[in-house]
């Protein structure tokens, strides 16, 4: 075991210093969109306040576990990415000992190798976000599936971790319904099926009931999160071409997200607003069943071929610190065209690798809703899994000088690599402009106002249809009393959106105190 624990201690290594290389960012020690809510959410916790006093669109447990670690340690991004580090290298002890037992030693290594310097496992274990948890607690998952025996405590113990996964990134779900279904296959007494069923979901059903009575409790709203509806239609609606990382944070998915009040003239409640927004989802099926169908079909094509999806903040971090660095070792698409190699290969060799072909079942609900490289996370340590197999048997084939083989096998990776160059979806990643807007919002926040009037007019060059920075930044010249310099920025601000509600009521506000 010693050769895998060395790579499990240079892959902490690397993250580490990583982590050292970025950690006087802005977007790292103050962060941002997600990973500020959970962040903040953490340090109520360690402060005392253990429940929730409003519904999100995120599960808690990933704010307990920063929550615990901040009474623990003390409030420390830093000191839970290293946490987050360590937590990671365990994990690749676990996938070893998952790819060895259903494949070889060798692609036990590879497949550690690969996930150890794949360039978005580094940046998400570095950054406070919740598929570090849920990333462990599927391969944990899989692995008591895998090696413990069949008694209760194994169906029991697998059961609260499903259960943990489940309110940290609802995802696993559809793995637990497959393996429920490969139980009642297995040659046991129908009384053992009933107990090791109900052991397994007794847990899922406890865990997610606690979360959704207190969301009852501080909404009167029996949901797990929010947001469901409104992320499948965004997911069916050819309209966002397969994902929703071009809306806004802002007036723009303030506009998309309040749909349902503006169609009832009223609030409406959570399960209302899902309603509505999967009756939009039918219809568009129902009425452009071609059109759907295509979208479907092309981000599958994407997904499957590594295409990568990334929100405003992995574009920041991706071009400061991955482009042309050492840290940019694996990529997304080499990953998932090995894999696809693997895959087949597996197949046609008739590998038993039962539990490895479920985890990949949890792929499929994700195509029906916006795709992000991030939230496909939690399955990507088995797609490794069928990359490392994929190398191995190409090692295989060399080693045994069946070259015809290795050559076909190598003119299909290539083949796969220049297909995957094709975008049907049309998607272009998004620019930075959110997350340095961010930036200057938390600057802003800090009274820092020379670090934020330079982000805000970082964010206007980047995007100079930006309304909020025009804004946000016409407000910071106005509380310092600069009303000549606060005004063209309201005005631009008007200029780009004259039903814009605030920067018309700063622009009036701005012009009497400078008596214009």
Not at 304 to 327: K, N, Q
């Amino acid at each position: 075991m010693f050769p895998v624990l060395g790579l499990c201690l240079l892959a902490f290594l690397i993250k580490l210093h990583f982590l050292w290389f970025v950690h006087k960012d802005p977007v790292f020690a103050m962060p941002v969109v997600d990973s500020l809510e959970f962040d903040l959410w953490g340090y109520q916790i360690a402060q005392g306040k253990l429940l929730w006093d409003h519904i999100t669109n995120h599960p808690p447990l990933y704010a307990y576990f920063l929550g615990f670690i901040y009474e623990l340690f003390g409030y420390s991004p830093f000191k839970a990415a290293v946490i987050q580090n360590v937590m990671a290298s365990a994990g690749l002890f676990l996938l070893f000992r998952i790819a060895q037992r259903y494949f070889n030693t060798l692609t036990a290594y590879l497949s550690v190798i690969l996930a150890g310097t794949y360039w978005f496992f580094i940046y998400v274990s570095t950054f406070l976000f919740s598929e570090n948890l849920s990333i462990f607690l599927n391969i944990v998952l899989v692995y008591i599936l895998t090696f413990r025996k069949d008694r209760p405590v194994k169906y029991l113990s697998a059961g609260c971790v499903l259960a943990l996964t489940e309110i940290c990134r609802p995802q696993m779900m559809p793995f637990g319904i497959a393996f429920l279904i490969l139980l009642w296959t297995k040659d046991i007494p129908r009384p053992e099926k009933f107990k090791f069923s109900a052991l397994f979901l007794i847990p899922v059903l406890v865990l997610s009931f606690f979360v959704m009575a207190q969301n009852h409790r501080v909404s009167g709203q029996w949901v797990l999160r929010t947001q469901i509806g409104a992320n499948v239609y965004m997911g069916n609606d050819p309209a966002f071409h397969g994902t929703n990382l071009h809306v806004k944070i802002g007036r723009e998915w303030d506009k998309f997200i309040s749909a349902p009040h503006q169609h009832y003239q009223r609030d409406v409640t959570e399960a209302e607003s899902n309603q509505y927004f999967m009756d939009k989802t039918w219809s568009v099926i129902r009425e452009r069943p071609v059109e759907w169908a295509g979208l479907i079909g092309s981000k599958i094509f994407a997904v499957l071929t590594g295409l990568d999806f990334l929100r405003t903040e992995d574009v920041y971090v991706y071009d400061l610190y991955f482009t042309d660095t050492p840290y940019f070792l694996v990529s997304t698409k080499l990953i998932f065209i090995l894999a696809l190699l693997g895959l087949f290969f597996s197949l046609q060799s008739r590998r038993n690798a039962g539990l490895l072909y479920l985890a990949l079942i949890g792929f499929v609900p994700m195509f029906f809703f916006p795709i992000k490289t991030r939230y496909l996370m939690g399955f990507v340590p088995f797609v490794i899994v069928f990359a490392g197999y994929a190398l191995a048997h190409l090692y295989e084939l060399f080693q045994s000088k069946q070259y015809p083989q290795l050559w076909k096998c190598l003119v299909a990776a290539g083949g796969l690599a220049a297909v995957s160059l094709w975008n049907p979806l049309g998607f272009i990643r998004p620019d930075v402009a959110e997350t340095v807007y961010a930036i200057a919002k938390n600057y802003d926040g800090r009274k820092n106002e020379v670090m934020a009037e330079k982000y805000y007019l970082a964010a206007i060059q980047v995007d100079p249809a930006h309304i909020s920075a025009y804004n946000d930044l016409g407000v910071l010249y106005m509380n310092q009393n600069k009303c000549g310099r606060a005004v063209p920025y309201f005005e631009s601000a008007v200029r780009l959106d004259p039903e814009a509600v605030y920067p018309k009521k700063n622009l009036d506000l701005c012009r009497k105190t400078a008596g214009q």
